[in-house]
């Protein structure tokens, strides 16, 4: 016999250790696990009380395939469904990117801007899950919101988040602000900005491309909104762009030699220069 997968794990200890030799890192396991027995992602502690329980065999079974999909690189949000993002729990699968935590600083950048204004309009570039666009209504009730993704798939995933989380944001379809009306407080975006040759992007092939890649360096898409962001701004608002870990200065580049002003980089939460921005100066 050539099968060289183990027996389906017996016990919640016996399916953590299982994960382990798989590669699989230990808060994956746990998602999955938990995922599995249809305990929500807040009960790893519960995990550690019942070590000893004994799994059901189409349990046990489900855990292992997971197991094994992970170990061949799927996004543990992809696997059960959902990601936590901000403080919501997102609905995400395939379509679109799998929110990551770095964004969050956007967010908070956005936030800061905003949250003093009385129902300030911000506009999410390529919103994907909706995570960002989310995220801002629900910390920012005030807030108009209007969530675009040139992709129809992707837009399906995002009102069905802010429908089932019952979050006011509208969504439409455009290719980044083409076709867009109005001006906003506040341009934000997670655009595609990986290079096309990048070897990163070999690990990322259960994502959706169009969300990833952008041109020989990764920023043609990061020229393309600062370009079409001021026609889109009131005087004074804001774009705010996250980009790759070396892509600070160049794009802090292009948004100056775009005329904007206070151009500025914020560091995720690995205290790397993760997203920049710049106001659209009140007098040109
Ligand atoms: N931060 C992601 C990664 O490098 C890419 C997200 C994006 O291109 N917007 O894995």
Known sequence: MDDITPNPPATVADALGQARTLGLARIDAQLLLL??????????????????????????????????????????????????????????????????????????WALELITHLP?????DLGTGSGAIALALKHQCPAARVLAVDASADALAVAQANAHRLALPVQCAQANWLQGVEG?????????PYIAA????????????????????????????????????????????????????????ELLRAGGFSEVQSRMDLAGIARCSGGQWPTVK
């Open 35 to 108: 995922h599995v027995l249809g305990r929500a992602t807040t009960d790893r502690a519960w995990l550690l009380a019942h070590d000893t329980d004994v799994l059901a065999p189409d349990a046990s079974d489900l855990y292992q395939a997971l197991c094994l999909r992970r170990a061949a690189g799927e996004p543990v949000a992809y696997l059960t469904g959902h990601k936590e993002f901000y403080g919501l729990s997102l609905q995400v699968d395939a379509r679109v990117l799998d929110p990551r935590p770095d964004t969050e600083t956007l967010v908070d």
């Open 119 to 123: 129902a300030p309009r911000v506009l």
């Open 183 to 191: 001006r906003f407080d506040a341009i934000v975006s997670n655009p």
């Open 197 to 252: 040759a990048d070897p990163h992007l070999a690990a990322l092939t259960h994502e959706p491309l169009q969300a990833l890649a952008s041109g020989a360096d990764g920023l043609d898409d990061i020229r393309t909104i600062v370009v079409q962001s001021p026609n889109h701004l009131v005087p004074g608002g804001w774009l705010l762009l996250e980009h790759g870990h070396d892509q600070a200065d160049a794009v802090c």
